[in-house]
Structure formats: C-alpha cells, structure tokens
C-alpha cells in the first residue's frame, strides 16, 4: 500500500521508519462473519447494579432504543445531576474494530462524542495511520456514558452500573477485537490491577472478543516516547481480525 503524506508524516511523528511500516487494506467488498461462538474467560461481564430506566431488559434493546435508555439514565446521580448530556459513542454500530475509554472528559460532555480534544486528535491520527476513519470503520465508546466530576476515575459502582450498556454495545456490534485504551478501561474490562506495562503485548479476552491494551491517548501526548509502543498494539490488534489485512 502507498503511504499519503498525511500517512508518512503521523508514523514520522509517532517515531516509526515508514520503511518498517507495512500497512494494510481492508477488502470493504467482502462481508466478514463473526465468530462462531464466544467464551467466557477472565474479565468477562460485571453484575449490573442498575442498567437505567424501567422498561425491558438491556440486553434485549436494539441500538436505537440503547441510545435512548443511555439518555435517560439516572442509576448514578452525581453523573446523571452534573452531566452535561451523556456520551454514547460514535463510528459504524458493525465495525470490526471497537475501542474502549474509560469515561468523557469536558469537551466529550459538551459535544456528546467521544475523544474529541486533543487526545481525540491523536487517536484519529493513529487510526488514520492504519487507514481506518473513525467515522465508518470503527465504534469509540467508554466505560462510562457521562464525565465524572472533575474528570476522576470512574468508582466500581458506576462502572458496574453503567457496564450493561458497554455489554449490549459489544452484542449488537460484534466486533472482532477490542482495543482498551489506558489503564482504567483494561482494569475495567479485565477486572485485574495489573499493571498497565504488563497487560500490554498480549491478547486477552473479553466476552470471547481478543482485547489489546494501550496507552490512553491523553498519556501518549504527556509521553511522546510510548508512541512507538503504542503503534506496536496497535499493529498487534490487527492481526486479531479474522480476515487478516493484506499489503
């Protein structure tokens, strides 16, 4: 695949020899099965303590009606009372790739969209990198639908209450791997504390989905040297998809 400028320039910036870089296309005009069948391992779902409004079951919601109990949630009242309006996710709801964040950050709760900042930039110049849009070849959601006051951590119980919404998202996209980015959202999905450094460079599994970790984008900007690293999982993801990417 030949490389644009743009291209050269991201991999330049994120310390990778464009020699070294093989890129791959994605055959758009093939339709690519999900997995047959999923396994349960490590890190599988949490209990949901409470999954938003009355009504039917989440996992039995379609995406539409998703989004609309994601609306109106009020499980956790200090995210429900100081948010701005919740952050569902963006990107194409069948994507092969989805990636995980931990939760929005003020610029998310004023737009309503995930990784939008600074931090959003890199990521879709990450994404651009591999020549995929964020827009239609992956879904971006968090662990959380609303910021955090003050952009803390998420508590366990309001990941454990909003994870219902994450669990049915997977569901309805059936990706074929999951990128966590940063520490929170692969403790998260993981249910480990390991740390960060070890949880990198190897596959696990999430509802029978392969998950790489990788730094957040907001520790690459703090940490331009890990972008090398982070271009490494990156790599690695791709070769969890079932079709493999060709030059």
Not at 34 to 45: M, N
Not at 152 to 167: H, T, V
Not at 206 to 230: E, F, M, N
Request: with cysteine; charged share 30%.
């Amino acid at each position: 695949m030949s490389l644009s400028v743009r291209q050269r320039r991201i991999l330049a910036d994120m310390g990778i020899p464009v020699w070294r870089s093989r890129i791959a296309l994605e055959d758009k005009t093939e339709a690519v099965a999900p997995p047959a069948e999923s396994v349960l391992v490590a890190g599988e779902r949490a209990e949901v303590v409470d999954a938003g409004a009355p009504g039917a079951a989440v996992d039995t919601l379609d995406w539409e009606a998703l989004e609309t109990r994601v609306r109106g949630c009020h499980a956790c009242a200090e995210l429900a009372r100081e948010r701005t309006q919740t952050v569902f996710g963006v990107g194409d709801p069948r994507a092969r790739w989805l990636f995980v964040g931990e939760a929005p950050g003020a610029e998310e709760d004023r737009r309503g969209e995930p990784f939008v900042g600074r931090a959003g930039q890199l990521l879709d110049n990450m994404l651009w990198a591999l020549g995929l849009d964020r827009s239609r070849d992956v879904f971006i959601a968090n662990l959380l639908k609303c910021r955090p006051p003050g952009n803390r951590d998420p508590k366990p119980q309001e990941s454990a209450a909003c994870r219902g919404f994450l669990d049915r998202q997977i569901e309805l996209i059936q990706p074929e791997v999951i990128v966590a980015l940063g520490r929170v959202a692969a403790h998260a999905l993981l249910a480990t504390d390991e740390p960060l450094g070890r949880l990198r460079g190897t596959e696990q599994r999430y509802q029978g989905v392969p998950l790489i970790v990788t730094y957040h984008p907001a520790y690459l900007l703090r940490t331009p040297g890990d972008k090398a690293r982070a271009w490494q999982d990156l790599q690695r993801a791709r070769t969890c998809l079932s079709k493999p990417l060709t030059d």
